[in-house]
């Protein structure tokens, strides 16, 4: 299994970035494919999920409003829209996948819930 990211630039404030993970080896429908970011200095926090096929996102309470999360099943893709970029919004972006079964929703926003995860890709904003 190997879930690779890309699209991280730097960019200024009040801008926007559209980043992608494809994921090689493993089907994601049915599964959730969450996004996380890690700023320096700072714990892995969850950032927006979404059960492919499942027509169900969750975002965390920071990004509501402005990120949006969404899938292409054909491309085996998932794909994070950032708009209105904020200098907290940076850091490294990870995507994580997992068939979270039962565990849907609640626990989506925990790091430990993954076992396959990308390289990340950098954010910055300033």
């Known amino acids: 299994v190997q879930l690779v990211e890309s699209g991280g630039e730097s960019v200024q404030a009040g801008g926007s970035l559209r980043l992608s993970c494809a994921v090689h080896?493993?089907?994601?429908?049915?599964?959730?494919l969450t996004w996380f970011r890690q700023a320096p200095g700072k714990e892995r926090e969850a950032v927006a999920t979404?059960?492919?096929?499942?027509?169900?996102?969750l975002y965390a309470d920071s990004v509501k409003g402005r990120f949006t999360i969404s899938e292409d099943t054909m491309k085996n893709t998932v794909s994070l829209q950032m708009n209105s970029l904020k200098p907290l919004d940076r850091g490294i972006y990870y995507c994580?996948?997992?068939?979270?079964?039962?565990?849907?929703?609640?626990?989506?926003?925990?790091?430990?819930?993954?076992?396959?995860w990308g390289q990340g890709t950098q954010v910055t904003v300033s």
């Open positions: 080896g493993y089907a994601v429908l049915g599964k959730a």
């Open positions: 994580a996948a997992e068939d979270l079964g039962s565990r849907w929703p609640e626990a989506w926003k925990y790091a430990s819930s993954y076992r396959y």
């Open positions: 979404i059960y492919v096929g499942g027509d169900s996102t």
